[in-house]
């Protein structure tokens, strides 16, 4: 396990496998002196500025328009019966599941919901791989007005396994919870979840041949539960709402131009929100055809993304930033057989974690020459808690990131395109939701001024569920839902600085940690993307944080030259 090294000086270092400092406090000192070369703060006059507050323009659902997500679907079916997913497994041998064939698969299994005693309202947990029973069963408990919850499936049920335990905790927090799992893992999921819960097999929900025939009508205003982030514990139940989710599609729709004759690609899996949501039900909801890769095979190998792209000619894919980079050191490394054509791809967002600029950058050069769109790669933001993403930069090729400058006050930046920090600019907010920026407060504040993000809309969750305190803590007034993001709106296009709780101040001085973790994952020996910065609290009375550093290295570079460099260049 890795050791802190404490220097005598409000900057460390994490060694790896080492117990030594590399260098003394003198030497620290020497080089975190940043008296001579830290430029005087001005104050800023910013009375003049907008607030920071932006509408999207407005949303005229058309009459008509479905209310509930399995009548979209079944309307889909209905004007589109060809179209549906391509399913590649680990040998990448095609399953074609039309929307047609998921509409009659998914009346069967809310027929056997309904055989099983299971009632609208209730909570069914799926522990199921992603293949076509997954989206019977997942879209038979949205017909029956069941929430569906997906988890991922632990390797081994032990203690030990982060995964496991939080499908033990998820599993117990809820009373109205049965356990949907595939037939080999029944035993071992009520083995380790125990006699209280009620696991069942979702073969006995699809091999019965009766069907539901009734139309999609509920009560109940939720189509499904998304847990928060987090791979251990017990995280939130995010309440994710049928108006939502269709408002969400409709305004994305608009700002991104989808088209039914768009191809998607996904390889991420559906127990994350942008899967379930951002791809599979709007590519249902839009009639588009959905490829899906399995998620080892493109982590194992990255430029197989690259290369199904190309092959079935896909118009829209996303990832994470991690991704993007993976992709970049994988062509470094390696020369293609034949080249990937990616002329075809209108937009890959970038969503998830925070975009890195460099790492954008990176990605467009080394694919322009598949013929990669300038603007192809898309920053984007959102949270489960508002259906996934509300601002997307189309712009990417010439507006990537604003730069700016620290005045006086801490939080009011003076922007210019010389400035020492810089964030990427994650676009314009879609038609019918609303972000605003306000201080500790909840004051709006104006454009240029670091606050809350915070968010209204119909795509807002009307909460987590069964936690009085959380929804308390989130909801500050007025329908506003807050986001826990720090950021900032320039030209009414969201700027995000981190979390809340992810500021460092060291000696005064405000120090981000994605600004700070990107410089370091640039120094020649670190591994890009692993690396994370965190402050500690000092507890001398001075009101300041140590910044620690978090890397792994590539080994390529003695540690000792190695982490001089590290501080040299945080420095």
Same mark, same amino acid.
């Given at each position: 396990?890795?050791?802190?090294?404490?220097?005598?000086?409000?900057?460390?270092?994490?060694?790896?496998? !080492?117990?030594?400092?590399?260098?003394?406090?003198?030497?620290?000192?020497?080089?975190?002196?940043?008296?001579?070369?830290?430029?005087?703060?001005?104050?800023?006059?910013?009375?003049?500025?907008?607030?920071?507050?932006?509408?999207?323009?407005?949303?005229?659902?058309?009459?008509?328009?479905?209310?509930?997500?399995?009548?979209?679907?079944?309307?889909?079916?209905?004007?589109?019966?060809?179209?549906?997913?391509?399913?590649?497994?680990?040998?990448?041998?095609?399953?074609?599941?039309?929307?047609?064939?998921?509409?009659?698969?998914?009346?069967?299994?809310?027929?056997?919901?309904?055989?099983?005693?299971?009632?609208?309202?209730?909570?069914?947990?799926?522990? !199921?791989? $992603?293949?076509?029973?997954?989206?019977?069963?997942?879209?038979?408990?949205?017909?029956? /007005? @069941?929430?569906?919850?997906?988890?991922?499936?632990?390797?081994?049920?032990?203690?030990?396994?982060?995964?496991?335990?939080?499908?033990?905790?998820?599993?117990?927090?809820?009373?109205?919870? +049965?356990?949907?799992?595939?037939?080999?893992?029944?035993?071992?999921?009520?083995?380790? &979840?125990?006699?209280?819960?009620?696991?069942?097999?979702?073969?006995?929900?699809?091999?019965?041949?009766?069907?539901?025939?009734?139309?999609?009508?509920?009560?109940?205003?939720?189509?499904?539960?998304?847990? +928060?982030?987090?791979?251990?514990?017990?995280?939130?139940?995010?309440?994710?709402?049928?108006?939502?989710?269709?408002?969400?599609?409709?305004?994305?729709?608009?700002?991104?131009?989808?088209?039914?004759?768009? @191809?998607?690609?996904?390889?991420?899996?559906?127990?994350?929100?942008?899967?379930?949501?951002?791809?599979?039900?709007?590519?249902?909801?839009?009639?588009?055809?959905?490829?899906?890769?399995?998620?080892?095979?493109?982590?194992?190998? %990255?430029?197989?993304?690259?290369?199904?792209?190309?092959?079935? *000619?896909? +118009?829209?894919?996303?990832?994470?930033?991690?991704?993007?980079?993976?992709?970049?050191?994988? =062509?470094?490394? *390696?020369?293609?057989?034949?080249?990937?054509?990616?002329?075809?791809?209108?937009? =890959?967002?970038?969503?998830?974690?925070?975009?890195?600029?460099?790492?954008?950058?990176?990605?467009?050069?080394?694919?322009?020459?598949? /013929?990669?769109?300038?603007?192809?790669?898309? %920053?984007? $933001?959102?949270?489960?808690?508002?259906?996934?993403?509300? #601002?997307?930069?189309?712009?990417?090729?010439?507006?990537?990131?604003?730069?700016?400058?620290? #005045?006086?006050?801490?939080?009011?930046?003076?922007?210019?395109?010389?400035?020492?920090?810089? $964030?990427?600019?994650?676009?314009?907010?879609? %038609?019918?939701?609303? @972000?605003?920026?306000?201080?500790?407060?909840?004051?709006?504040?104006?454009?240029?001024?670091?606050? *809350?993000?915070? @968010?209204? /809309?119909?795509?807002?969750?009307?909460?987590? &569920?069964?936690?009085?305190?959380?929804?308390?803590?989130?909801?500050?007034?007025?329908?506003? $839902?807050?986001? /826990?993001?720090?950021?900032?709106?320039?030209?009414?296009?969201?700027?995000?600085?981190?979390?809340?709780?992810?500021?460092?101040?060291?000696?005064?001085?405000?120090?981000?940690?994605?600004? &700070?973790?990107?410089?370091?994952?640039?120094?020649?020996?670190?591994?890009? +993307?692993?690396?994370?910065?965190?402050?500690?609290?000092?507890?001398?009375?001075?009101?300041?944080?140590?910044?620690?550093?978090?890397?792994?290295?590539?080994?390529?570079?003695?540690?000792?030259?190695?982490?001089?460099?590290?501080?040299?260049?945080?420095?």
């Amino acid at each position: 396990p890795a050791e802190v090294a404490i220097v005598g000086d409000p900057k460390l270092v994490l060694r790896q496998l !080492m117990h030594l400092p590399t260098f003394d406090a003198v030497e620290m000192a020497a080089a975190t002196d940043r008296s001579a070369s830290t430029p005087a703060l001005r104050k800023l006059d910013i009375s003049s500025r907008p607030d920071a507050w932006v509408t999207g323009d407005p949303l005229p659902m058309p009459a008509g328009s479905p209310e509930h997500l399995f009548a979209a679907l079944q309307q889909t079916a209905e004007r589109f019966p060809g179209r549906g997913l391509i399913l590649l497994d680990a040998q990448l041998n095609e399953t074609r599941f039309s929307y047609a064939q998921l509409v009659d698969a998914a009346r069967i299994a809310a027929a056997g919901f309904l055989r099983a005693g299971i009632q609208p309202g209730a909570i069914v947990l799926l522990q !199921m791989p $992603f293949d076509q029973r997954f989206f019977a069963v997942w879209w038979g408990a949205v017909l029956a /007005g @069941i929430r569906p919850l997906n988890v991922a499936m632990p390797e081994q049920y032990s203690a030990r396994n982060g995964v496991a335990q939080k499908l033990y905790n998820v599993a117990h927090n809820f009373t109205e919870l +049965t356990v949907v799992a595939e037939a080999g893992r029944v035993i071992a999921t009520q083995q380790w &979840l125990g006699e209280k819960k009620t696991v069942i097999s979702a073969d006995a929900l699809l091999e019965h041949g009766e069907r539901c025939e009734a139309a999609p009508v509920s009560r109940d205003p939720v189509a499904f539960l998304q847990l +928060t982030s987090g791979s251990t514990g017990t995280p939130k139940a995010i309440q994710i709402t049928h108006r939502g989710i269709l408002h969400h599609v409709a305004a994305s729709a608009i700002h991104n131009r989808y088209s039914s004759d768009d @191809i998607s690609l996904n390889w991420l899996p559906f127990d994350h929100v942008v899967p379930i949501l951002t791809t599979h039900i709007k590519d249902c909801v839009l009639g588009i055809q959905q490829v899906q890769l399995p998620t080892v095979s493109v982590l194992n190998d %990255p430029l197989l993304w690259l290369n199904a792209m190309s092959q079935y *000619r896909v +118009t829209y894919s996303w990832a994470p930033n991690f991704a993007y980079q993976r992709v970049v050191e994988a =062509l470094r490394q *390696r020369t293609l057989l034949s080249a990937p054509d990616l002329s075809c791809v209108k937009i =890959l967002m970038n969503a998830g974690e925070q975009v890195l600029a460099p790492v954008v950058t990176d990605f467009q050069v080394a694919c322009e020459p598949f /013929g990669l769109k300038p603007n192809a790669v898309q %920053p984007a $933001f959102g949270m489960a808690e508002a259906c996934t993403c509300m #601002t997307y930069n189309n712009d990417s090729d010439r507006v990537l990131s604003v730069r700016f400058n620290n #005045t006086l006050d801490p939080a009011v930046c003076d922007v210019n395109d010389q400035g020492q920090h810089g $964030f990427v600019d994650l676009g314009s907010v879609v %038609p019918g939701v609303e @972000i605003r920026i306000t201080n500790d407060g909840n004051e709006l504040v104006k454009e240029g001024v670091i606050g *809350r993000l915070q @968010i209204r /809309g119909p795509v807002v969750t009307p909460g987590y &569920l069964n936690n009085a305190e959380a929804n308390a803590e989130a909801f500050v007034g007025d329908e506003w $839902f807050n986001s /826990g993001d720090l950021g900032f709106i320039w030209n009414r296009r969201l700027v995000l600085t981190g979390r809340e709780k992810e500021m460092i101040v060291v000696r005064g001085a405000n120090y981000y940690c994605f600004e &700070l973790e990107q410089v370091v994952a640039n120094i020649p020996g670190v591994v890009p +993307t692993f690396v994370a910065a965190t402050g500690a609290a000092l507890q001398d009375g001075s009101n300041s944080d140590a910044l620690v550093l978090f890397y792994v290295s590539d080994n390529s570079v003695d540690a000792t030259v190695l982490e001089r460099q590290i501080l040299a260049r945080v420095a």
